[in-house]
């Protein structure tokens, strides 16, 4: 991925990867790159990618933008190794296609997190099972044996006391064996590499080798942290498992106290009396946790019908032990199962960005003796606010700002619906009013009733300085005029999408020379402060007022400027999107203006 080197003139350099569509630079902290440079504009320059190259844009910036030591003054196509200056700052543009140790977290091996195996007292453990295999080894066989007859009766007892105590070690050493080779046939069979639904399926299939078991059941707790089954399987396999009602008391038994259970009559349980397990005829029940170290996050439970299938404390073992170790594969599962799931997520959002950065103009259009300026900073990851620029063949010009109900990605999906249906109808010749009626009826068709949409739009006569608008329930709009009056431009109808056959009134005004329109969404007026204070309308035309001799980028610099300066550090609440149109007065080109 490509790579912008930010050199600092007094400190160590930054790497930032141009991961998104576009990147904003500048003074400002609400850029994607910030450049703490007293020569920089609060909105300085952009890199954008057009296809497979990335493009350098300045946005108006007050001191400009030198490239490879000459002033730009167009876009550029950057290649590897240009360099960009902006003040004092030096960026550097670096494309490694291939960045060494990169690693798929998918075909990493899976790093098990520690655990120690803990059984219940009075359950038969591995230590203890090696200790009972021990103390028959060192069994006496009884004692002296007497001569004559007495000596050969005690002999013949003494060979049966060893022959017991040999069976007796034979057994035990079967069972230790036996309870090796599944701990090892655990352990290799949850090490290859497997989703958390193969892995819990391979643990039920486990848990049947392990104990006479015909029914088990594997539960997870969800991420709202209520506990849902993931495998219920039968022994053969073979028909539905049916509806297991597992009883309250074993899950509060298991999962919220850690502890084992085991019942080898639950018909004559005490403790299941009344229960589920009584009523659907369920003999024998085995329950152990899932968990590590502390943490417990669900259950193997197993149980069986019929009376010759008894589960007993070697049972319990074995499963505990089988719960223990299977316990660290599924945390494992689970963690890399949320971290896909949480890459693909961030790789949708990061697309939906893409989209939705795409919609927006790549730059303003040049119209003579007027300067045009956009901006929008999303608070979410992706935001709700449509602004855009969309040159008719009359060579009028519509400019646009919206703002969609609601925040993130669905106020996104619903910004791309009307971006589409304003290219649409905008190319068609017909007045503003007949437009924005036909958007609205659109929109009211097809987004859902509990939304709606803000806009104002305007029609500019670059010619006469004309501003056809409409606006539909947005914040009005500020026409600063150069004699120093304010106008307010709130004249049209209600928001779009609830009324499909509401009418639009359209306003008409004039752009004098020196005069500036200023089209924002509510994140500016509704900007707040640490004491919850918003900015408010008033506070923006101070602003306005005061700077309106500088250029469109010098103004739209200013209100940044003065909204990151009043909420003092406060996070945004709202997305922040400002158009600016600015005439230019009359013998001036670009008026100048430090940002």
């Given amino acids: 991925m490509p790579d912008l080197i930010v050199k600092y003139p007094d400190r160590a350099p930054d790497t930032f990867p141009l991961g998104r569509l576009r990147i904003t630079i500048g003074r400002s902290a609400r850029n994607d790159v910030c450049i703490p440079d007293p020569f920089a504009s609060r909105v300085h320059a952009e890199v954008r990618r057009e296809g497979d190259v990335y493009v350098l844009q300045d946005l108006g910036s007050a001191n400009g933008t030198l490239f490879n030591g000459g002033r730009l003054e167009h876009p550029v196509t950057l290649a590897p190794g240009d360099r960009v200056q902006i003040g004092e700052t030096e960026i550097e543009f670096r494309d490694q296609s291939a960045p060494a140790g990169a690693t798929m977290i998918a075909d990493a091996a899976p790093s098990f997190p520690e655990a120690t195996i803990a059984l219940d007292s009075g359950h038969r453990t591995t230590s203890g099972l090696l200790e009972a295999i021990e103390g028959a080894r060192t069994q006496s066989s009884g004692e002296m044996p007497r001569p004559g007859a007495a000596a050969v009766s005690a002999a013949r007892d003494g060979a049966l006391a060893r022959e017991r105590a040999v069976s007796r070690e034979n057994s035990l050493s079967a069972e230790h064996n036996d309870l090796l080779a599944l701990i090892s046939k655990v352990s290799v069979t949850l090490l290859a590499p497997a989703t958390l639904d193969e892995t819990l399926r391979q643990i039920a299939s486990l848990v049947f080798e392990a104990v006479p078991a015909e029914r088990c059941l594997i539960m997870l707790r969800d991420a709202e942290g209520e506990l849902k089954v993931r495998v219920a399987q039968l022994r053969d396999q073979r028909g539905e498992v049916g509806e297991i009602r597992v009883s309250r008391s074993i899950i509060e038994e298991v999962v919220k106290q850690g502890r084992s259970v085991l019942t080898s009559d639950a018909q004559h349980d005490p403790r299941f009396a009344s229960s589920t ?45 089988l719960g223990s170790v299977a316990a660290i594969r599924v945390e494992n599962a689970r963690l890399v199962e949320e971290e896909l799931e949480r890459q693909r997520l961030g790789n949708e959002l990061q697309l939906a960005r893409e989209i939705q950065q795409r919609f927006q103009p790549s730059s303003a259009p040049t119209v003579p003796g007027f300067e045009l300026q956009g901006i929008s900073f999303p608070c979410y990851e992706i935001g709700g606010d449509y602004y855009d620029f969309i040159e008719r063949p009359d060579n009028h010009i519509v400019i646009a700002l919206g703002d969609v109900s609601g925040k993130g ?29 036909a958007v609205n009826k659109y929109l009211a068709e097809t987004i859902p009733a509990n939304r709606f949409v803000t806009l104002f739009c305007a029609e500019l006569d670059p010619l006469t300085g004309t501003v056809n608008f409409i606006n539909a329930g947005h914040n009005p709009p500020i026409i600063a005029h150069a004699s120093g009056t304010m106008e307010q431009l709130a004249a049209g109808g209600v928001p779009l999408g609830i009324l499909p056959d509401a009418l639009y009134r359209e306003g008409r005004t004039q752009l004098q020379p020196g005069d500036a329109m200023v089209i924002y969404s509510d994140g500016v007026s509704e900007t707040q402060n640490q004491a919850g204070e918003e900015f408010g309308a008033m506070r923006l035309y101070e602003v306005i007022s005061r700077n309106l001799d500088a250029s469109a980028a010098g103004l739209r610099d200013r209100i940044e400027s003065a909204l990151t300066k009043f909420a003092q550090g406060t996070d945004s609440v709202d997305d922040l999107t400002l158009v600016i149109v600015k005439r230019q007065a009359e013998g001036v080109s670009v008026a100048a203006s430090r940002g």
Avoid at 281 to 298: C, E, H, N, T, Y
Avoid at 311 to 316: A, E, I, K, N, R
Avoid at 415 to 420: D, E, N, T
């Fill in 277 to 321: 397990v009584t009523i659907q005829g369920i003999r024998s029940v085995l329950a152990v946790p899932l968990g590590v170290g502390d943490k417990i996050f669900g259950m193997i439970y197993a149980d069986s019908p019929l009376a010759e299938a008894r589960f007993s404390q070697d049972h319990l073992t074995v499963l505990t032990t």
């Fill in 409 to 437: 990605t669905s106020a996104a999906l619903l910004m791309s619906s009307l971006h589409a249906a304003m290219h649409a109808q905008t190319s068609a010749r017909q007045s503003l009013a007949e437009t924005i009626s």
